[in-house]
């Protein structure tokens, strides 16, 4: 699913988040805030590497809003992959 990160779509991008956690409350991405800062922090990035504006089109950032769990737990994490463009 395409929506694109502004304040218009907070509501559509929080629908979007709490549809694909399901029940999960921890470990997920959940607000729009947070997926907000990984499009300022990606954004910041490229500029740290004096990526000039025009050749940024198409740039992907992939990002996991936890870390990989040991098989030995008994139960299964929910993380949330999340892709921005």
Do not use: D, W
């Amino acid at each position: 699913m395409k929506i694109k990160v502004s304040p218009e779509n907070t509501i559509a991008i929080e629908t979007a988040l709490k549809e694909a956690n399901g029940k999960a409350e921890n470990f997920v991405f959940s607000s729009y805030s947070e997926i907000e800062n990984l499009a300022e922090n990606a954004e910041q990035c490229l500029i740290n590497v004096y990526l000039p504006s025009y050749e940024r089109h198409g740039a992907r950032v992939l990002a996991r809003s936890g870390e990989q769990v040991a098989n030995s737990y008994r139960y299964s994490r929910n993380v949330t992959a999340v892709e921005l463009q």
